[in-house]
């Protein structure tokens, strides 16, 4: 059973940045080749933020492009997202996914697992 531990949320002004860390917990039977993090606002759906494959192929969506940078560091099973020029609209609990398969929506394959969740506040 694959296990996820987020870590790196935190309060910024507007302009900062803060990085999280999503990794796999020792003990797994597996490890994740697929990372997707995303972000869900209060009383909005959950969205996709930025992915990084198995052959390191890496998108962002419209909203972080340019901003914020997703990393992987397969040795350790750790998968990183790096948030400069944060928004008030970056506002959100960030969640990390990861799968053996490619992750394109928020529904993972039996084999995915989901962080516990980090938050993210940004102040104007």
């Known amino acids: 059973q694959l296990r996820l531990v987020e870590s790196g949320g935190g309060s910024v002004h507007a302009g900062g940045s803060l990085r999280l860390s999503c990794a796999a917990a020792s003990g797994a039977t597996y490890r994740p080749t697929y990372f997707r993090w995303f972000r869900q606002a209060p009383g909005k759906e959950r969205e996709g933020v930025a992915g990084v494959e198995k052959d390191g192929t890496i998108d962002y969506s419209d909203a972080v492009k340019g901003r914020f940078t997703i990393s992987k560091d397969n040795a350790k099973d750790i998968a990183y997202l790096q948030m400069n020029s944060l928004k008030p609209e970056d506002t959100a609990m960030y969640y990390c996914?990861?799968?053996?398969?490619?992750?394109?929506?928020?529904?993972?394959?039996?084999?995915?697992?989901w962080g516990q969740g980090t938050q993210v506040t940004v102040s104007s």
């Open positions: 996914a990861a799968d053996l398969f490619p992750i394109n929506s928020s529904r993972l394959s039996p084999a995915g697992a």
